[in-house]
């Protein structure tokens, strides 16, 4: 096509006409954080401290920088930095470019919006708690009843109302969640769900998630076929090899953890191999065996761990001091624990840590994987609801466990009533109001709030008010410093590792909020 | 241009047929048409041309230029000359008049394909400074050729105009990708590369609209030395802050044009800058944004990259060299542009022998 090359001509003298402009520097000054200048308004970028010579600056896209000590002080007085120095910095949102327009911000903007549009899609996940009964005795656990207590069981004509408010939701996707107790030991009233919720789905054509939250104790053959049928997820909880498992969740038999590993066995025989995911608890006993944990899920197939700690309030709290620990010490066990998990990858095991990958998603990725519990504005009553067997929805599954504890001042009223307004409900404009980012004192200043939110009920819960000061909370205490021990992994970590970090950071299968079983 | 016996069959008022006469009879039975006032149809016979082929008689010249050839793979329309940037590398110098007439031929030439080509490209000069003209010609494209996918050359800056963007953009049928150039992960590494203040902004903003109205969008980055000098760095920011793009296509640069008179900024030994090419393809694989080589024969790549290597280099424009012919992946190899002995290939070429082991 010899019209579409021009050769020869004295078009080929091309003289460069434009240079960068050289300018002084336009970096941010810091006034207890950074602030831009009033012209180009692109939000504040904040730093902190991570070690003596390690400071994090992270942007209003959340994006993050590390910085000496030296370095940061010459970015909070806005000294000269070299070109490249600033190109690196404007174009993670860490100072703005003189020059910066329309696009600029309408990227920032759509970093922003990306961030926040889990929070955005209305209520996605629902649990459904058919029974308080539960074959353990669990000692940290808020809720259960034994398996004789036929009184803690949800009616029918309110899980037939809980089924059908579940489509008030606009979300197009949704997750269904039984949790208890032990929702296998109420099987019928599983499969009742079920149907009434997949017949409406028929019209509704929502993308549907069912998962039942388990010991696994009851799992039978005609069961497992109905999962199957009906594509229904189980979650499980392993606490760590045996003995751990054994003395963590007490039955009569002192079998619970042989009862779950079969249950888990028969599961993938009959429904399939990714059909049963497991989740652990930390308990004081976890602390001196990471390494044996993470072991224990290698072992028994699973391809991914959530190290979780306990729950400081309901029956965890009253035994606080008997199974609690500190932010630290549980620091100290959750690093040991990852790190198990990163030398079993290094060795050519799959196996994804689950809270590691919630925090990688926050600080990595451009897609926010709506963990509910690091939402801001809390996603209580707006990500989730709980439809309790006692009649009553609950902004989440914490609210429903104080109500256990006599507190039901978080309660959204009856299931039998529940109407699109709910979202509006003065509880849940409180919990709202009690977890803006912007306008926490102490959330505002901090250089993770683009990435965490404050925990009303978490607050509520520890000091009977939600508008504790945030920092006081054991919500605020530990993430400050799981956020501070991740920036410090992603710094020192090796290619392959990085690599692994964004695999875990991207959006994932992890909204399901863990199991209270 | 069509068979001699199918003429019949695909006769229509509305199309300039040119039928292959190789005899003497057929030739007469053709100026025997045209005579009986059936003026759209004439007779040519050349080795040059095919049947499907598109041609441009030169006016009282008995010459005439293929401007669409069926037998090729690569298929591009040109539209303009003009152009809003002034890249340092430009392969396609632009000058200011005006040159509707290319957008003329355009139509005819779209009117005249007989078999419809997988893919056409639409190409400048900066084709959206045809306003909705532009519009014109990709409608005619997908009301003659439905199933042909179009790729547009676009630096997309003026999509930051919001009337014009719309009107290019709203109810446009799927089926089209747009190919934009994005050079640095700054406003001043760009707008130097274009040679342009502002276009970094602009074409940011282009893209971001892109993205409003749901299109399809690669991404191009030229592998001159201004932009290796932090490519990692581009690519960290593609896939934080662009990971909608369907791709991004790294390019060894096409010496010819402004290349040539910039060629301390242009000219690069490609294997010199490997290190960087796998840190790039590291980051972009980590943020899952897909991506391909283009335009750089194998042996410029290193070898793990090949898988994202591309045979992109168009048919009519590409060449191997002498030293090629012994070369055990001449075949799924780019080669070089058939103007690199006026300028420079984009590293040593190296043949590669069949080693014991494969």
Redesign the interface.
């Known amino acids: 096509?010899?019209?579409?090359?021009?050769?020869g001509s004295d078009?080929?003298?091309?003289a460069?006409?434009?240079?960068?402009?050289k300018r002084e520097s336009q970096d941010l000054t810091l006034v207890g954080s950074l602030r831009a200048p009033s012209d180009h308004n692109l939000g504040a970028t904040k730093l902190r401290k991570l070690s003596p010579d390690c400071v994090v600056a992270i942007s209003p896209?959340g994006?993050h920088l590390f910085l000496t000590a030296e370095g940061a002080a010459e970015l909070c007085a806005g000294g000269a930095t070299d070109?490249?120095v600033?190109?690196?910095r404007?174009?993670l949102f860490i100072s703005a470019?003189p020059?910066?327009?329309?696009?600029?911000k309408?990227?920032l903007k759509?970093?922003q919006l990306a961030k926040r549009s889990t929070v955005i899609n209305g209520i996605s996940l629902h649990i459904l708690v058919p029974t308080l009964q539960c074959g353990h005795s669990c000692r940290y656990c808020q809720v259960s009843r034994t398996l004789d207590d036929e009184g803690h069981t949800m009616l029918e004509t309110d899980l037939d109302s809980a089924c059908d408010a579940i489509f008030l939701s606009p979300a197009p996707a949704l997750t269904v969640e039984f949790q208890g107790g032990d929702p296998l030991l109420r099987f019928d009233l599983i499969v009742r769900a079920v149907q009434r919720i997949e017949q409406r789905n028929r019209i509704e054509q929502r993308d549907i998630r069912f998962v039942v939250a388990s010991t696994l104790h009851q799992l039978d053959e005609s069961m497992c076929d109905f999962f199957r049928a009906h594509r229904v997820y189980l979650s499980t909880s392993i606490d760590g090899p045996a003995t751990l498992h054994n003395r963590n969740r007490p039955t009569p038999g002192r079998d619970a953890y042989e009862r779950t590993v079969a249950g888990i066995a028969l599961a993938r025989a009959l429904i399939g191999e990714d059909s049963v995911s497991a989740l652990m608890t930390t308990t004081r006993a976890s602390l001196a065996y990471p390494q044996e944990i993470v072991d224990e899920y290698v072992r028994l197939g699973f391809s991914e761990i959530f190290i979780r700690p306990l729950s400081s309030y309901g029956f965890a709290k009253r035994n606080q001091a008997r199974m609690g620990y500190s932010v630290d010490q549980f620091m100290v066990f959750f690093n040991a624990a990852l790190d198990r998990v990163l030398w079993w990858n290094r060795n050519g095991t799959s196996i994804r840590e689950v809270y590691s990958s919630i925090l990688f998603n926050k600080m990595l990725s451009?897609?926010d994987a709506g963990y509910v519990d690091l939402q801001s504005p809390t996603g209580a009553g707006a990500s989730v609801l709980v439809y309790n067997y006692d009649g009553y929805v609950y902004p989440c599954d914490e609210a429903r466990m104080l109500a256990e504890d006599g507190d039901v001042s978080l309660r959204l009223g009856s299931i039998a009533e529940v109407d699109a307004t709910i979202s509006a409900h003065p509880v849940v404009l409180e919990l709202q109001r009690a977890s803006m980012p912007d306008e926490i004192d102490g959330c505002a200043r901090c250089a993770y709030h683009h990435f965490c939110g404050a925990n009303p009920v978490d607050a509520h819960a520890q000091y009977g008010n939600m508008f504790a000061p945030v920092a006081s909370t054991e919500h605020c205490q530990r993430h400050l410093r799981l956020f501070d021990s991740m920036y410090l992994r992603l710094r020192n970590a090796s290619?392959a590792e990085?690599?692994l970090f964004?695999t875990w950071a991207?959006p994932a299968s992890f909204e399901s909020k863990p199991c209270a079983a | 241009m069509v068979e001699f016996d199918t003429l019949a069959h695909c006769w229509s008022p509305d199309i300039q047929f040119l039928v292959k006469a190789t005899d003497q009879v057929q030739r007469q039975r053709i100026i025997d048409l045209a005579s009986k006032g059936l003026d759209n149809v004439r007779w040519i016979d050349g080795a040059h041309v095919e049947v499907g082929d598109v041609v441009l008689p030169a006016p009282g010249l008995s010459r005439a230029?293929?401007?669409?050839?069926a037998g090729?793979i690569h298929h591009?329309l040109?539209l303009t000359?003009r152009c809003n940037s002034?890249c340092?590398m430009?392969s396609?110098?632009p000058?200011a008049h005006d040159d509707a007439w290319l957008q003329e031929e355009a139509l005819d030439i779209v009117r005249h394909i007989e078999d419809s080509p997988n893919c056409i490209g639409l190409?400048g000069g900066e084709p959206l400074l045809l306003g909705t003209r532009l519009r014109d010609i990709i409608g005619l494209l997908q009301v003659v050729h439905p199933e042909t996918r179009i790729e547009v050359l676009t630096n997309g800056r003026l999509f930051?105009n919001p009337q014009l963007a719309d009107d290019m953009l709203v109810d446009l049928r799927a089926g089209i990708k747009w190919l934009v150039p994005l050079y640095?992960?700054?406003?001043?590494?760009h707008?130097?590369v274009v040679?342009?203040?502002?276009a970094?902004?602009?074409?940011?903003?282009?893209?971001?609209t892109l993205?409003d109205y749901a299109q399809s969008i690669q991404l191009r980055i030229v592998l001159i030395k201004p932009v290796l000098e932090?490519l990692v760095?581009l690519c960290?920011?593609i896939g934080?802050?662009l990971?909608f793009v369907q791709e991004v296509a790294l390019m060894s640069c096409e010496p010819?044009?402004?290349a040539?008179?910039?060629r301390a900024l242009t000219e690069v030994d490609l294997l010199a800058w490997s290190e960087t090419l796998r840190a790039a393809s590291?980051i972009l694989?980590?943020?899952?944004v897909h991506h391909l080589y283009m335009n750089a024969p194998l042996c410029a790549l290193p070898q793990e990259l090949w898988p994202y290597a591309h045979r992109s280099i168009?048919d009519?424009?590409q060449v191997y060299k002498p030293a090629c012919d012994g070369c055990v992946v001449k075949s799924r190899c780019a080669g070089l542009f058939a103007?690199h002995s006026?300028g420079w290939t984009p590293a040593a070429v190296r043949p590669f022998e069949e080693t014991k082991n494969e």
């Open positions: 096509m010899p019209i579409a090359s021009v050769t078009k080929d003298s091309h460069i006409l434009f240079y960068p402009r896209s994006d070109e490249m600033r190109a690196d404007q174009s470019s020059f910066a327009g329309l696009g600029t309408r990227l759509s970093r451009t897609f290619d990085l690599d964004h991207r | 230029d293929v401007v669409y050839r090729d591009s040109f000359n002034y340092v430009c396609q110098p000058t190409t930051s640095g992960h700054a406003d001043f590494l707008d130097f040679q342009s203040p502002g970094f902004e602009q074409t940011l903003d282009g893209l971001l993205q932090h760095q960290e920011f934080r802050n990971p010819i044009g402004f040539l008179a910039n590291r694989q980590r943020y899952r168009s009519w424009k103007w006026k």
